[in-house]
């Protein structure tokens, strides 16, 4: 059960090494692009079928016809990577459970952006984590987890790149160890559990009257999507990539510094950050060199 093209290494890994997946279960196709007239499937759908599996495309996860197909299929073991909520009646349907593939080390981040609050709060290691479902969200006894490092640049689009193999790699590893009943189930610890909500486009304006680091990593962490922006001649500006510099200045935050050629940077209160890459409204994403060349402050 996936839909984004996060969830398609894990289908395919698990294809690759023989295992029988009945059905893939999927978000329904929806129109989108220029005009909103073109048919978009998801990219689970897109690979699954080109795999020749059987795909369901569900509105209501509640709904009877869908459940019985469910129960028709007979499954032992349900794995979820970036799906819906389920409801109880779906993730306990199987004989041994319902698994799912988080992006992170929970109790850490649960919720439905962990990677971008991670590295918004300048987390130097994340991971993913796989647990069996139960209804509180994010909550359920975990079967196995693996760490990797936030590099001090990466963004949010370069750790979900590397994590969705990680991801892939952790799913198989626990299919096996469910198929040999080698594992122990561990409670995760709500104390020390943290939130990663959704994240809204009101939320990604970025506040310069901080330190730089702090300003650099919500950069990063809302990069390439939804981005982090800011206001430039009255048109949003999203900025996609920067660098940080600490340095001491007479500027007021949010105050730009450019030589029209090579660099923007902008004021933070105890430093700069170097716009690196950044995309207008209406325009493409650019370098800030081609940026500069046809803009004028």
């Keep these: 059960m996936g839909t984004p093209e996060f969830a398609v290494p894990s289908l395919e ?24 007239k073109k048919l978009i499937e998801s990219a689970v759908k897109k ?18 016809e869908f459940v019985e197909t469910l129960r028709e299929l007979k499954p032992d073991l349900q794995v979820v990577v970036a799906f819906r909520m389920l409801p109880e009646v779906v993730w306990s349907l199987p004989t041994i459970g319902t698994f799912n593939l988080h992006g992170s080390l929970l109790p850490k981040y649960r919720g439905a952006a962990p990677i971008n609050w991670a590295i918004m709060n300048g987390e130097k290691e994340t991971g993913v984590t796989t647990f069996f479902l139960k209804h509180e969200i994010d909550t359920g006894d975990v079967l196995m987890q693996e760490k990797m490092p936030i590099g001090e640049n990466e963004t949010a689009g370069e750790v979900h790149d590397r994590m969705m193999k990680l991801g892939a790699e952790v799913v198989l590893k626990t299919v096996k160890m469910i198929e040999q009943g080698d594992y122990v189930l561990r409670p995760q610890d709500d104390t020390a559990a943290t939130k990663a909500p959704k994240i809204f486009h009101e939320t990604c304006e970025i506040n310069f ?23 430039l001649d009255g048109k949003e500006m999203k900025i996609l990539r920067t660098t940080k510099e600490i340095v001491f200045h007479n500027f007021t935050p949010g105050q730009m510094e450019t030589d029209q050629k090579n660099y923007l940077r902008i004021a933070t209160r105890d430093g700069f950050v170097q716009v690196l890459e950044l995309k207008v409204a209406g325009k493409r994403q650019m370098n800030i060199r081609d940026f500069l060349n046809g803009y004028k402050f």
């Design 13 to 36: 890994i698990l294809l690759d090494h023989g295992y029988n997946v009945a059905a893939v279960v999927t978000a329904t196709d929806k129109y989108g692009g220029r005009g909103n």
């Design 47 to 64: 690979f699954a079928v080109s795999r020749g599996l059987r795909v369901l495309q569900p509105k209501n996860l509640k709904a009877p």
């Design 209 to 231: 009257d901080q330190p730089t680091q702090k300003v650099h990593d919500f950069i990063r962490g809302l990069s390439p999507y939804p981005g982090a922006w800011t206001i």
